[in-house]
């Protein structure tokens, strides 16, 4: 019998997106989330390419993108497509109340009204690397859902976790985990979505707030210190019939690989075993690698092989969909590490 490849899916229009600077606290620095950190996973893949199959998402899953978010916050995406090529809007003026009703999605001055930082800007390529980032994760999930493959990983960028229902920022447009979870939901009826990113993954805590088929975890950087400071705190655990199907687990800086592999088989695998996980979406963020720029874990190369191997242990249906790490030299060795315990 030939090995099993792991399914791979990217498009090469997530690669037009390059947002160039972001605004941090006052001061304009370099955007991290560069396109060298695509091309770091890619060239770590194609090292190990007898394992690896990559593929090509088929379509935007358009619908299922504006039934996860406000069809006006899309609108607003979208429309940033007219803008002149080499033009990026940064939204940086944001109304006093979240009302969308009176917006013109139209008006890129609007954009504001769907965004909470000023980290994430708008170009004319924007729309297509979101959707087609999207699409990795749409197109992951379906394969999974169907049973025709065990495990996949899709490889989204622009990254999801922190786009909310109506909000975008954190680099983030379109929830690509969320839409992995929402395909799984039609085939399987307990869905677990982990987030492993350093940051706490708010966008999809909205998305399933009221949700007790979809558990959501996140371990994160604890949001006094760091982004995006208002939410990831434990007492959020979800609203409604929700409540008790969303858990935080904030930790501390510095917080390193034996520390954090303890947490995760202390509180979140037995938290995933009494929810009864029939599959698994991990949103896996690389920025808890010990030199990253902007995380403040000490994770190194061998522990992402640990974490996956926790995860790979239930032996659910998963869906890797990759979110942050900015320390792109060893990007692309990290997230393969991870994916070995998927083989
Ligand atoms: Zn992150």
């Given at each position: 019998m030939?090995?099993v490849?792991?399914?791979?899916?990217?498009?090469?229009?997530?690669?037009?997106?390059?947002?160039?600077?972001?605004?941090a606290?006052?001061?304009?620095?370099?955007?991290?989330?560069?396109?060298?950190?695509?091309?770091?996973i890619?060239?770590?893949?194609?090292?190990?390419?007898?394992?690896?199959?990559?593929?090509?998402?088929?379509q935007?899953?358009?619908?299922?993108i504006?039934?996860?978010?406000?069809?006006k916050m899309?609108?607003?995406?979208?429309s940033?497509?007219?803008?002149?090529?080499?033009?990026?809007f940064?939204?940086?003026?944001?109304?006093?109340?979240?009302?969308k009703?009176n917006l013109d999605?139209?008006?890129?001055?609007?954009a504001?009204?769907?965004?909470?930082?000023?980290?994430?800007?708008?170009?004319?390529?924007?729309?297509?690397?979101?959707?087609?980032?999207?699409?990795?994760?749409?197109?992951?999930?379906?394969?999974?859902?169907?049973?025709?493959?065990?495990?996949?990983?899709?490889?989204?960028?622009?990254?999801?976790?922190?786009?909310?229902?109506?909000?975008?920022?954190?680099?983030?447009?379109?929830?690509?985990?969320?839409?992995?979870?929402?395909?799984?939901?039609?085939?399987?009826?307990?869905?677990?979505l982990?987030?492993?990113?350093?940051?706490?993954?708010?966008?999809?805590?909205?998305?399933f707030?009221?949700d007790?088929?979809v558990?959501?975890?996140?371990?994160?950087?604890?949001?006094?210190?760091h982004y995006?400071?208002?939410?990831?705190?434990?007492?959020?655990?979800?609203?409604?019939?929700?409540?008790?199907?969303?858990?935080?687990?904030?930790?501390?800086?510095g917080?390193?690989g034996q520390?954090?592999?303890?947490?995760?088989?202390?509180?979140?695998?037995?938290?995933?075993?009494r929810?009864e996980?029939?599959?698994?979406?991990l949103?896996?963020g690389?920025d808890?690698y010990?030199?990253?720029?902007?995380?403040?874990?000490?994770?190194?190369?061998?522990?992402?092989?640990?974490?996956g191997?926790?995860?790979?242990?239930?032996?659910?249906?998963?869906?890797?969909?990759?979110?942050?790490?900015?320390e792109?030299?060893?990007?692309?060795r990290?997230?393969?590490?991870?994916?070995?315990?998927?083989f």
């Open positions: 030939p090995p490849k792991l399914p791979v899916f990217f498009h090469e229009d997530q690669l037009h997106h390059k947002p160039v600077f972001e605004w606290f006052g001061e304009k620095i370099p955007h991290p989330e560069t396109t060298c950190r695509v091309e770091s890619l060239a770590e893949l194609e090292a190990h390419s007898p394992r690896f199959e990559l593929r090509s998402p088929e935007f899953p358009l619908a299922l504006k039934e996860t978010h406000n069809k899309v609108e607003a995406i979208q940033a497509a007219s803008l002149p090529l080499g033009k990026t940064y939204p940086s003026v944001f109304p006093y109340h979240r009302d009703s999605s139209s008006n890129i001055h609007h504001g009204a769907f965004c909470f930082d000023s980290g994430t800007p708008l170009n004319a390529t924007t729309f297509a690397a979101a959707a087609w980032s999207a699409a990795c994760a749409f197109d992951a999930a379906k394969l999974v859902a169907s049973g025709t493959q065990k495990y996949a990983y899709a490889l989204s960028r622009p990254p999801g976790h922190h786009a909310s229902t109506d909000l975008f920022g954190g680099y983030c447009y379109f929830n690509n985990a969320a839409i992995a979870a929402k395909v799984l939901r039609q085939t399987h009826s307990r869905v677990a982990v987030d492993i990113d350093f940051h706490h993954g708010n966008g999809t805590q909205v998305i707030d009221r007790p088929s558990l959501v975890i996140s371990l994160h950087g604890d949001p006094n210190e995006p400071h208002f939410t990831g705190y434990a007492n959020e655990t979800g609203s409604g019939k929700g409540k008790g199907f969303n858990i935080n687990i904030p930790l501390p800086g917080t390193d520390e954090y592999l303890h947490r995760l088989s202390a509180e979140v695998i037995p938290a995933l075993q929810f996980a029939q599959a698994l979406v949103s896996a690389f808890t010990v030199a990253d720029p902007i995380g403040a874990f000490c994770l190194e190369t061998p522990d992402f092989l640990s974490v191997e926790q995860f790979a242990a239930l032996k659910l249906p998963t869906v890797i969909v990759q979110e942050g790490g900015y792109s030299t060893s990007l692309g990290n997230v393969v590490s991870l994916l070995e315990a998927f």
